[in-house]
Nanobody
């Protein structure tokens, strides 16, 4: 499986942005698809994850209520809709895929497939 992230850009605080992660090269039925982000000088941080088969979702507390993860099974694509963006949301956003157990899905080191990252810059 390969992942291609897109949709990043420069926005102002309060704006919205939708990121896309297109998957190719294999079936996603056994995967969980997640978004992580990494700000300069900081560790990679979990944002949201969706189980491809069944659609179970989890969000990080830091984005809950402002972010929605969704999938389009026909297009093999996962989306991250971000509303009410804040300057602290500025980061490179990565999509990733894993088949590990649900209890570990917030741990970025357990993901073995990564997209290339897309930069989101939020200006105050």
């Amino acid at each position: 499986v390969q992942l291609q992230a897109s949709g990043g850009g420069w926005v102002q605080a309060g704006d919205s942005l939708r990121l896309s992660c297109a998957a190719s090269g294999g079936t996603l039925n056994s995967y969980k698809l997640a978004w992580f982000r990494q700000a300069p000088g900081k560790e990679r941080e979990f944002v949201a994850v969706i189980r491809w088969s069944g659609g179970t979702i989890r969000y990080a507390d830091s984005v809950k209520g402002r972010v929605t993860i969704s999938k389009d099974t026909a297009k093999n694509t996962v989306f991250l809709q971000m509303n009410g963006l804040k300057p602290e949301d500025t980061a490179v956003y990565y999509c990733a895929a894993t088949r590990i157990v649900w209890s570990e899905i917030e741990n970025h080191w357990r993901y073995d497939v990564w997209g290339q990252g897309t930069l989101v810059t939020v200006s105050s």
